[in-house]
């Protein structure tokens, strides 16, 4: 993202006018204007991946990811409509439904980007039927544990592992329903990794999949990230 930002470049999110600088994605002018657009697989420290599709919006009446298409002028931007949101709310419930997303025994509860949008687009129950994984929990390393169960293929980790901490830590394999995360090391295991508690990827998260160990619930409840302000009011990468 740049500084560069000429008022004579702008385009329509929701009917305002919002000025963009060049090469920049909906998504970024619309956080640096301060506009909520929601989304789980973006973070501005690293390159779009463009999988969640949570930041769908219309752009000229088309459907279209927020992250990935470039801000250009004159476009007519539909965010916040209920045509949307009730898209969004629908992705979020197979989210729910597709990993063991049980946020009363979950510590990641309050500090959850997954739940925080849930609770912004009003999603109330899954609606769908829950598939219940059986994903084994990797507690080999001796600080930081893995529950494959929550993890919604946001290849946050990936990206932080390879771009910000230089290891390639973990990949995603297989494909279609059976899509998961890896870790690259010949047992699979992550205490044959490289892998510390100091690096970018042990933080990144948004879920609760990667968990420092022995330091669960820490925060009382009314001081969470999300008990404290709604995610549409958070600035982006405030946790992470
Ligand atoms: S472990 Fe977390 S950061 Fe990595 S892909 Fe899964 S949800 Fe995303
Ligand atoms: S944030 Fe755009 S597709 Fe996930």
Redesign the pocket.
Known sequence: MTDDVSPTQSFSLDGDDLPFASGETILQAATRAGRYIPHL?WHPDFAAHGSCRICSVKVNGRVGAACTVQAAAGLEVESNTPEMNRQRKTLLQMLFVEGNHFCPSCEKSGNCLLQATAYQMGMEGPHFEEFYPNRPVDASHPDIL?D?N?????????R?SREADGKNI?A?GGHGMGTH?LVNSASGQLGDTAMSLDDRAAH????G??LPKRRGFVIPIGQRRFDLKPVSQQREGDAT
């Open positions: 697989c893995l494959f929550r993890c919604i293929l946001c290849e946050l980790c990936v932080a973990f995603i995360l990144i998260c948004p879920v999949v990667i």
